[in-house]
Structure formats: C-alpha cells, structure tokens
C-alpha cells in the first residue's frame, strides 16, 4: 500500500514537472491500473488536480491522463480527432464551442443515475453536463488600484476616466481570439449590456489594455502590481489566489455578475466510455461537488449552505446572468457575427489582425 | 315407448351424451360468431382511428414546430443588411431563443447570397428546396443533416435596399426530437382512449350476447327440465325476439299432442277391431273341433258336411281378418307416405284404372259389375298415385260391399270421371240403400261402421277423408237416384299459371 503510495506520489510529481509541456498529460493513478482514461480539459491544474488524485484513490483501476488546453485549442482538437479521438472526456468553460460541438455531432450521449438527477438546465441532449457554476469577476490589487474599488462597470469607467495615467496599459483582459472562454464572455457582455460592452470596449481601447491567453497570468500579473485590475476573470481561479493573497480583491460586477459553466463531454468514437462516465458521474456526485467547495477547486452546481467558507456561496450584489446552455449559444459562434464582434474588438482596441 | 326424451340426460347412455358432446363441439356458436363479427369490426375501425391519429398527431406536432420555425427565420430575415455592400447578418439571439423551445433539438442554418455566395452557417448544408422555390415564399421540408432527419425552413428574397440587386436564401433547420416527442404524447393518448373504447365495446358485445341468447337458454332450460310426455304450451315470459320461436314451439308441440293422440286411439281401436275377427275365429274354430269330438263320441259317422261348413266358416273368417289387416297396414302406408312424401304432377287416370281393374273381379264375385266412365285421356293432379289408389280402392270396396244389400240386389257400380274448368270430378256411384242424412257426417268418422252386419273395418272411410284432405280435394256424399249413395271427390287441375320446373 505504502509503495502504491510512493508510486503514486512519484508519478504526480514527475507529472508536475510535465505540465510544462502542454502536450504531454499528466499522469495520476497507478502504472499497474488495468485501465486509462484520457482527459482533454481547459481546467486549471492546481484546482482540478486534488479531484483527479480523489479519483484514482477511490477507483484504483483506472489511470488518468490529464492535458490541460485552452479553450479555443481543445475545440479544434476535438474537431480534428473526430475520427479517433484521444481524450475520453472534454472538459471547457467555454460552452459555447462545447455546445456547438455537441450540435454539430460531435458528442455522444450519455445517462446515468447522476445525469438523470441533473436538472435540465444543466445539460444538453444529455451530451454535454455542466458540473460548475461559477461567478465571472474582476480582480483588482487593492494598493495598486486608484481610487476606491469599483462596485461595478460604471463605477470602472469612471476610475478610467479619473486615473488614466495610472490604468493606462494596467488592465488586463482575456485575448477572445485567443480564448475561447474569452470570447464567449465579451459576446456575453455585449448581449446582456451592449451599450456599456461599447463604452467599456472604447475605454480599453484608448487606455492600452492588456490581452492575455489566460487566467492565471492575468491574476499573476494582477497580484504583483503590473496590472490594476484583471477584467472577465474565472471566478474559481481568482478566488484561491485571493484566500493567499491579501493585496487582491474580488469583485462581483454589481450591475449584472455573469455565471458561467464548465461542462464536460464524451467525444463520439471516444475510447474507454465507461471510466469517461464514471469520471463524471464523480463530478456530479456529492462526494465530488462537496469536494469543489470544501477544498475551495471549483464552484459547485449546488453549494451546500452553513459552511465554514462562504466564499463558494455566489452571493452576488446584483443580478446574476447565468449563461445557458442551449441553442442560443450558437448564435455568439456564428461565422459571420464572429467575425464581425472580433473585428469590431480588435478596431477598438487597436490591435492588429495579424496578431 | 317411443316419445323417448332426448333431452333428459338421466337415461340416455353414456355413448349417446358423447356423441351429443361432439356435436355440440363441432356445431358453430352463435355467440361466438356474434363476438367475433363485433371484434373484427371494432378492431378495424381501431386500426383505422389508430392511424389516423398517427398521421394528424405528427401534423400537428410539424405544425405548431414550424410556427417557432417560421418566426426564427423571419427574426434571422429581418438581420439582414447590407454592409459596405455586401450583405450580412446579424442573427439576433432572441431567434435562437426561439428555437430553444424545442429544447433537446440541433439547429442548422445557412445564409446565401445567389450573387455573393456563403455568407454565414454551414457551408454544407444543401439549400436547394424540394420544391421549385419560388420568392418571398417560406417552404418547409424534411430532409436528413449530419446523420439526424432535420425539419428545414426557406427563405429566398430579393434586397430590398436601394443600389443593389441581390438575393439572399435563409435556411433553417432543427431537427424533429421535440416534434416527434409531442407526436408520440398526443398519439399515446388518442391510442389510450381508442384502445379503452373498443375494450368497452367489446366487453358491451360480450355481455350483450349473453343476454340476448338468455331467453333462449331459459327456453332450452324449460324445455328439459320437463317430465317425460308433458306436451302441454310452454309458460314462460319470452321478449318480442324469442316469443315466436316459444309460439312455434307450443303450435309443434300442440301438433305433436295431437299426433300422439291420434296414434294412442288408432292403435286402441285397431287391437279392438282385431279382437272382434279374432274372438269370433276361435269360436267357430272351437265349435269345428266341438263339432268332431261330440261326433266322435256319439260313435256316429263325422259329417263331413258339417265338417266342411265349419271350416268354410273358418276360412271366411280368416278373409275378412286378412283384409282388416292389410286395410290397416295400407293405412299405416298411406298416412306415412302423406307425412313424407311431397305431392307431385300425377295423371289422376293412372290410379283410378288400375283400383278399378283390381276391384272388377272381387265384386263380380259378388254379382257386382263395375264400369268405368271415363272420356279423358289424361287428368293431370299433384297428387300422390299410390294414395289416391287407395282412396279409388276404399271408395270402390264401400260401394260393392253396400251393393249386395237390401232387397232388390243392386247390381252396378260405375265410376265416372269428369273434367271442368279447375278440377276433376271423380264419382263413385251405387245403387244400394243408400245413406241416411243424418249418418252423412258420420261416416268418415275413423271406426264408424254405419251397419255392423256388413263386414267392414270402420277405418276405410276416415283413410279416404285423410287422402282427400290431404289433396286439398272435397269429398261430398249424394243421394243415387233412384236410390244409393254416390260419392263425389273433386281434385284441383295443376295450375299451369305456376308453371312447374
């Protein structure tokens, strides 16, 4: 038992020195396991390792292979693998391209004793399963931001107006042609407030904002001072940095907080359905949802109340737009209005097209 | 006895009841037929409803689909714009929205231009409708896309913008989840209440039968639980539908009764007829055997005159029996042969000829001549010949036998035969003593004998009314002139109106 153990830990370290190369999968479970489950997700390492390692633990048959992409890369990677798929189950937030790729025929469907219990708002032609909510934030460093921190995005604007100097080239945001994830926010923003998504997008483009591919770096960037405030972030992400770091503060847009999912789904022709169901019945379980808020990983779909961190609780000032997943998610992915929102993006942040 | 019940199964054997079982088993069922007529049709006109269901469940599922369709694409139609001159569309959210409603269903679309080409959607999506498209106008189809059976609507129109001349063609599709799940709810249904209604129908039939066949079984049930020879009208209460069966029964019956009681009397009087003959025959034969033992003990010489006239009484005596006997069995025939046999085209003639030609040398014997007066080639009678001899033969024999009587010895009987328009008219005519009008009516009674010195059976007579009835002939007995009695049976000619096959 005790060298499983070491084995274990053995493998999991060499798999973190892995991470740096982002093709490789990180390994968790035993070299012995019978099985291997292939598992192709847009999820952070450091919140999603403590569930996998839980994994492995309770069905010690299966190995898991985990590879860590960004949103936009996995949704074309699972397009190009749609004859012979790698990954067993495809984890993103950006459910859009989830979604698009389950209506294009990409998924297959799955059912189970969890998936049945999901509320129907919480998946889709039981091809794709939310198994996270959570709040989309900004992240501002308290020293470093001029002025009072802003409750909302009217009260942003005005900070950017008062401090140009010093928000100049100090915001930083996710590159939606970069992030799928990225872009499924901004066309969200523009759909729930476009007149302030304009202004908003008029002022990032007159005061240098930054375009980044991913969370962490903004937060990292956030947190020793480069940048001000990070706009649109996870808020999963900026929530386990701000339990560390007293300089960071998270802010739930008062004017409307957008709740994302992450959702998960089972490519057509994929290898090892069953563990690739049973991986996510794990994520749906109690086990697996207490874990999340427990742990501080991930927002669960349904927080348990009276705990001891109510951080997990989404307790927005305002009103909360939950992205839905179903059809309408097309209509942000459509090719032309695509095309148009990132032209219209990049004009006004005056970003090249060649970038 | 042989009015022997068939009904009661306490003394019929085991053999019979078996093979009454088979027959039973083997005869069809009313019930059955009834029930199985009812569920054949009951049956079709489920099928029939059944899809009927189907096929306006499914029309009505596309029909309230292609309205959130229909305005989907109308949302998506009203996006588009011209942009630097070449035509866009901004596909609002609300239109996919829209579609939501139908919420486990893919969506697919495709915008074209004709003249600028793929603008946004599938590329690959076929946008060619069925039908010959035509502008302005929405068509929506059926068609398979990425492996699934997608319902599509169209849209083909011309821009209506100033500067510029193009076409633009919407097409948008989701596929059929939701509308065959609406199809299936509204068809499950119908099909729960049409399959509840016939088994209502059905199990209404089934009752209905048994208690339509009910009476019928209380008339069987009445009729065998009778005791044996109880011939007496049925009594029980039968609705409209079973009380002329119950009357026909009660009218068999009361005929039965009849017959029955007919047959009882007949046979009664015939062991009485032959008692008499037979009594007197063993006292003539008594007195021949008295005759010789008193001779043989008087030691005297047997006469044999005596001996001889003792034994031609004997023999008389046996004639007479004899005829007795073959008159009653001739009746036995003759009323058989009315039961069964169905009256056919005879030629009256034949029959009279031949009883004449029998009974001319039996009543010359008795210095009687019998003359046939007939000019008739042919009477053609639906009669049956071998009755209608027998009734010549009785009438014939009455005649002689009433002939030889009284004081001046009649010595004639003729027979004539004559045509009119609608029958024959047959006379039997003797010049005896002829019949007092008072007995007229009596003599056809069965065992009525108008002079008991006349040998005679009584049931001649009563054997002629029975043939002459039967015939749907009358028979009238008037007076001879001078004296004697004739008899005069009229028969119907064949009506060739009715022409027989």
Not at chain 2, 204 to 226: K, N, Q
Not at chain 2, 409 to 430: L, N, S
Not at chain 2, 439 to 455: L, P, S, W
Request: aromatic letters at 8%; hydrophobic letters at 45%.
């Amino acid at each position: 038992m005790r060298l499983l153990l070491i084995l274990v830990l053995g493998v999991w370290t060499m798999g973190l020195l892995q991470t740096a190369m982002a093709s490789t999968p990180v390994w968790f479970g035993s070299q012995n396991a019978p099985r291997t489950l292939h598992i192709n997700s847009a999820i952070d390492l450091n919140s999603f390792e403590p569930m996998l390692k839980a994994f492995v633990a309770q069905y010690p048959e299966i190995r898991v292979a985990y590879q860590d992409i960004n949103t936009l890369e996995l949704y074309y990677q699972t397009i190009n693998e749609k004859q012979k798929p790698m990954a067993s189950l495809v984890i993103s937030s950006a459910m859009d391209l989830q979604l698009k790729l389950v209506n294009d025929g990409y998924a297959q469907t799955y059912q189970s004793a969890f998936t049945e219990r999901l509320p129907d708002h919480f998946k889709w032609r039981n091809q794709v399963f939310a198994f996270s909510l959570e709040p989309i934030v900004m992240l501002a460093n308290k020293q470093a931001f001029p002025g009072p921190l802003p409750e909302d995005r009217q009260a942003l604007l005005q900070t950017i107006r008062q401090h140009e100097a010093q928000v100049t080239g100090r915001i930083g945001t996710y590159d939606i042609r970069k992030s799928g994830v990225g872009y499924l926010l901004a066309s969200q923003d523009a759909r729930q407030a476009d007149a302030t998504w304009g202004r908003l997008l008029e002022a990032f483009g007159s005061h240098d904002i930054q375009t980044y591919c991913c969370t962490h770096e903004i937060i990292d960037d956030v947190a020793s001072g480069k940048l001000v405030l990070g706009y649109n972030l996870l808020g999963s992400y900026a929530l386990q940095r701000v339990r560390d770091d007293a300089r960071l503060k998270m802010i739930l847009p008062k004017d409307y907080t957008l709740m994302l999912m992450r959702v998960a789904l089972i490519p057509k022709r994929a290898p090892n359905l069953e563990d690739a169901g049973t991986f996510l019945d794990f994520l749906l379980s109690g086990k697996g949802q207490r874990m999340m808020q427990t742990q501080g990983l991930l927002f669960p779909l349904y927080p348990a109340e009276n705990v001891v961190d109510e951080r997990y609780l989404v307790n927005a000032p305002g009103p909360t737009g939950v992205i839905e997943l179903d059809q309408q998610l097309l209509v942000g992915r459509d090719y032309a209005k695509q095309r148009r929102f990132i032209k219209n993006w990049e004009i006004a942040l005056e970003l090249n097209s060649d970038d | 006895m042989w009015q022997k019940s068939h009904l009661k199964h306490s003394d019929t054997s085991p053999s019979e009841i078996a093979a009454e079982r088979r027959a039973l088993k083997k005869a069809p069922s009313l019930r059955f037929r009834f029930i199985l007529a009812g569920v054949l049709v009951i049956g079709v006109i489920a099928s029939l409803a059944i899809n009927l269901v189907f096929d306006s469940s499914r029309k009505l599922a596309d029909l309230s689909y292609d309205r959130l369709l229909r305005s989907a694409l109308l949302q998506m139609d009203e996006n588009v714009g011209l942009i630097r001159n070449e035509i866009s569309i901004d596909i609002p959210w609300s239109a996919f929205a829209t579609l939501a409603q139908a919420d486990e269903d893919r969506v697919f679309y495709k915008v074209e231009s004709l003249e600028q080409g793929f603008i946004t959607g599938y590329q690959d999506l076929n946008s060619t409708p069925p039908k010959s498209p035509v502008l302005d106008e929405m068509q929506f189809y059926n068609q398979e896309y990425s492996g699934e059976m997608v319902r599509f609507a169209w849209l083909e129109r011309r821009l209506t913008e100033p500067d510029t001349a193009q076409t633009v063609r919407i097409v948008l599709g989701q596929t059929r989840l939701s509308r065959e799940a609406m199809a299936s709810a509204v068809t499950q249904r119908a099909i729960e209440v049409v399959v509840l209604v016939a088994l209502v129908a059905i199990a209404l039939i089934v009752i209905g039968s048994h208690m339509v066949l009910r009476p019928l079984h209380r008339l069987e049930r009445a009729l065998e639980e009778r005791p044996h020879g109880d011939l007496t009208p049925i009594d029980i209460n039968t609705p409209k539908e079973t009380h002329h069966l119950k009357v026909a029964i009660n009218h068999f019956m009361a005929r039965l009764q009849v017959n029955l009681e007919q047959l009882e009397n007949y046979t009664a009087d015939a062991a009485h007829q032959l008692r008499t003959p037979l009594a007197s025959l063993r006292a003539l034969a008594e007195n021949a055997r008295d005759n010789i033992s008193n001779d043989t003990v008087s030691k005297d010489a047997v006469s044999p005159e005596k001996q001889n006239l003792a034994l031609e009484n004997i023999v008389i005596q046996c004639d007479a029996l004899s005829q007795t006997v073959t008159l009653l069995l001739n009746q036995a025939v003759v009323s058989h042969r009315l039961q069964t046999q169905r009256l056919a085209p005879t030629n009256l003639l034949e029959p009279i000829n031949a009883s004449c030609r029998e009974q001319a040398v039996t009543a010359l014997h008795q210095g009687i001549k019998l003359s046939l007066d007939c000019e008739l080639k042919e009477a053609r009678v639906l009669g049956d010949a071998f009755a209608i001899q027998q009734m010549m033969q009785n009438l014939i024999e009455n005649a002689v036998r009433y002939s030889g009587l009284g004081v001046e010895h009649a010595t004639e009987v003729v027979v004539k035969v004559m045509a009119f328009d609608a029958f024959y008219r047959i006379q039997v005519i003797d010049y005896g003593d002829g019949i007092p009008d008072a007995e007229k009516q009596r003599v056809f009674e069965r065992f009525y004998r108008g002079r008991y010195d006349i040998a005679g059976s009584g049931v001649g007579l009563a054997m002629v009314k029975d043939i002459v009835d039967h015939h749907r002939a009358s028979i009238v007995i008037l007076d001879t002139q001078p004296k004697g009695t004739t008899f005069q049976v009229d028969i119907a000619k064949i009506a060739f109106s009715r022409k027989p096959v």
